[in-house]
């Protein structure tokens, strides 16, 4: 399955942005579907993840509260809907996907991967 992400952009504190990731060649339907980012000097962190149905999501304490993770499996899409930004959100930020998972914040648990968008909050 090939992903590509989309969506990013510079916005100010407290704005809003909604990510989407693509999938082709196969349907995303059968895939766990992951978003992780990786900041300036940073190392790359997972963020959501969301289950094959949409019935389970997972978050990284830092933006809990603030992003949504979602998917149209009839479109072959996930979303992350970012809201309340703050400056440390600027990263590129890459969708994933993995057929089997054992722990979805693990990085390695996921085979396929985005190019990644770049979404930079401005103070």
């Known amino acids: 399955v090939q992903l590509q992400a989309s969506g990013g952009g ?3 504190t ?6 989407s990731c693509a999938a082709s060649g196969r349907a995303s339907s059968p895939y766990v579907m992951g978003w992780f980012r990786q900041g300036p000097g940073k190392e790359r962190e997972f963020v959501a993840a969301i289950s094959r149905t949409g019935g389970n999501t997972y ?3 830092s933006v809990k509260g603030r992003f949504t993770i979602s998917r149209d499996n009839a479109k072959n899409t996930v979303f992350l809907q970012m809201n309340i930004t703050k400056p440390e959100d600027t990263a590129v ?7 089997l998972v054992g722990e979805v914040r693990n990085q390695r648990e996921y085979a396929y991967w ?3 968008t770049l979404v930079t909050v401005s103070s």
């Open 10 to 12: 510079l916005v100010q």
């Open 14 to 19: 407290g704005d809003s942005l909604r990510l």
């Open 59 to 61: 978050y990284v304490d």
């Open 93 to 99: 930020y890459h969708c994933a996907a993995a057929l």
């Open 114 to 116: 985005g190019q990644g």
